[in-house]
């Protein structure tokens, strides 16, 4: 299993490397590198001026020191970057769907139908998107507990959220 590498938050603009002041909105973004994906956040001007290429973004803001994270992820946002990793074949990449299956499983955004092996000999699950009326299939990359557990907290660091 890759090790990722997520660094947190430096309160900073990656682009200007201008702080972020309480209450900034800015958008968090994974970028794919040459080491896997990395989050990085852009003010709000940065992004509209640099349209920087990312991966996946979201909407934050800064919070007060010692305060409650304000986190502008929600539901949607966490289908709409399922759905990007569809086609998606690197096994860091895999494994990150997976876990977020499990968490949108959890939020009851996806309910398990049935599994089969695919032509690679994988595992395949077939899932139903809840209020939808559609299939998305996932591919289970049989990790443990403990990996399962370090990545859900990997995904939570990148997402600035309690998974």
């Known amino acids: 299993m890759a090790d990722w590498q997520i660094s947190k938050p430096l309160g900073q603009c990656y682009g200007t490397n201008q702080p972020f002041e309480v209450g900034q909105e800015y958008y968090a973004a994974l970028v794919e590198t040459d080491e896997g994906l990395e989050r990085r956040d852009f003010s709000c001007a940065y992004w509209q001026e640099a349209q920087p290429p990312v991966y996946c973004f979201w909407k934050s803001r800064m919070p007060e020191e010692g305060?409650?994270?304000?986190?502008?992820?929600?539901?949607?946002?966490?289908?709409?970057?399922?759905?990007?990793?569809?086609?998606?074949?690197?096994?860091?990449?895999?494994?990150?769907?997976?876990?977020?299956?499990?968490?949108?499983?959890?939020?009851?955004?996806?309910?398990?139908?049935?599994?089969?092996?695919?032509?690679?000999?994988?595992?395949?699950?077939?899932?139903?998107?809840?209020?939808?009326?559609?299939?998305?299939?996932?591919?289970?990359?049989?990790?443990?507990?403990?990996?399962?557990?370090?990545?859900?907290?990997?995904?939570?660091?990148?997402?600035?959220?309690?998974l």
Do not use: C
């Not at 494994?95 to 959890?106: D, E, G, H, N």
């Open 67 to 162: 305060g409650k994270k304000r986190l502008l992820v929600d539901d949607e946002m966490l289908m709409a970057f399922f759905d990007r990793l569809a086609e998606e074949t690197e096994t860091e990449k895999v494994q990150f769907r997976f876990v977020l299956t499990l968490i949108l499983m959890r939020k009851r955004r996806l309910k398990y139908d049935a599994s089969r092996t695919d032509e690679q000999e994988r595992e395949v699950w077939t899932l139903g998107v809840t209020g939808q009326d559609r299939q998305v299939e996932v591919v289970n990359p049989h990790l443990t507990e403990d990996q399962i557990e370090q990545l859900s907290g990997q995904v939570g660091q990148i997402l600035q959220v309690d």
